[in-house]
C-alpha cells in the first residue's frame, strides 16, 4: 500500500513539511509507504515548498521592511542555474504583522518590491511571487517604490504610497525604475480571481479581513479605482488584478506578468497528477476546509485529481464546516477531523502536531486492517 501525502500548512501550527512527516511517520509504522509532496498555493508555504521539491534552490535571507515600514530580514528561494527566484509577499507584507492601528490605509507593500529587487540584484531573471497572506490593499503601489516607480500628488511631493495616499496620486513618474526590470519576468501565483475595484474587488472582498474599517471600504474602493485610472486611464475590471490586495494589478500593468494557479505551478513543477496516478490513496488537509475550500483551495484541486485518477482521498483538517455529501463529490472520501477532545483554538493550535499524529495513527489502522 502506497500513499501520496501532500497537506497543506495549519496556520500558525503546521507547516506543509511538517504535516506529511508527521503522517508519513505514522503510516510507516503500520506498513504504507508513502511519497511526500510539500503543497501551498501562493501563499504561506510556497518558497518551503518550491525547495523542497525543486532541485537546485537555495534559502536567501535579505534584509526588508515589513508593512509598516519596520526593519526585518525575510527568506526567498533562489535557482541559480535557472536564474529564478520564488518569493511570498506574505514574507514581508503578510497579514501576520497587522495591528488594531495598523490598518491598510497606513501600510504598504514596499517591503515585498525591497525583496524583488534584491533577487533581481542578485540575478533573477524569473521572479515567481506568491500572493497569498496578504496584510495590504495598497494595489501594489510601494512595490513598485522600491522598483523606482515614483507616485507624485498635485503639489508635485512625492507620495510613499500607503493606503492613504492612493486617491492623492497624479501622476507616475517611471524615469527612475530599476534597468534590468525589462529583463526580467514576472509570474502571478494565486488563485484569486478578483478584480481591483467593485462590489467583488480588493477592498470590499479582502479589506476588513485585513483591518480596513467597515466605513472606508467604499471610500478605499473609490481611491483604487482613482490610481487605476491614474495608472492606466481607465477603470477595469481584469481577473486577478484584486489579488493580494491589488499586487495582482500591478503585477499585471506594471510589470506584465503572467498570472498562474500558485497550486497549477506546484502541481505541474512536482509532477503531482503522476504522483497520485501512481499512489494507492492520496492524504492532504489543512487548517479549516468549508465553502471557500471548493474555491481553488489545495485539498480539493488534490481530491479531484484523486477522483480522475480513481483513488481514495482523505482530508486531515482542524476543522471541518460544510456537508460531507458535498465534499464527497469533489472526491473526498472522508474528512477527518484532527481534535478529538474539547479545547480552545489556542490549544487546538498549539496541539496541532499531537492531534494530527493521534489522527494519522487511526487512519493507518483503519486503511492496513481493510488490506487484510
Partial sequence: MHALIAIDSFKNSITSIQANQLVAKQ?????????????????EGTVA???ANHAGGQAITASTVDLAQRPLTAVYGYFAA???????????????????????????????????KDAIERGARKIILGLGGSGTVDGGAGMLRALGYRFMADNGQELDMTGADLSRVARIDDRYILSQLANVTFVSA???T????????AAKIFGPQKGLPVDQVRTHDSALA??????SGTVSAHEGDGAAGGIGFAL?????????????????MSQLKTKVAQADLVISGEGQVDDQSFMGK??????????????PCYLLVGRQKGANETFAKQGVTAVLPIVDQVMTLDQAMAQGPANLERMADRLARIISYSQG
Fill in 226 to 231: 482613482h490610481y487605476m485610472t491614474v495608472a
Fill in 194 to 201: 478578483n478584480p481591483l475595484t467593485g462590489p467583488n474587488g
Fill in 82 to 116: 535557472e536564474k529564478m527566484a520564488v518569493i511570498e509577499v506574505a514574507a514581508a507584507s503578510g497579514i501576520q504583522f497587522v495591528t488594531p492601528t495598523l490598518t491598510p490605509l497606513v501600510t504598504n507593500t514596499y517591503g515585498t518590491g525591497v525583496l524583488i
Fill in 190 to 192: 494565486a488563485d484569486v
Fill in 27 to 43: 503510516f510507516a509504522a503500520h506498513g504504507i509507504t508513502t511519497t511526500q509532496v510539500a503543497i501551498a498555493d501562493g501563499g
Fill in 298 to 311: 489545495v485539498p480539493i484541486q488534490l481530491s479531484q485529481l484523486a477522483q480522475t485518477a480513481g483513488k
Fill in 252 to 268: 499585471r500593468y506594471f510589470l506584465h506578468a503572467q498570472v498562474q494557479s500558485g497550486f497549477q505551478l506546484l502541481a505541474t
Fill in 49 to 51: 515548498a518550491w525547495l
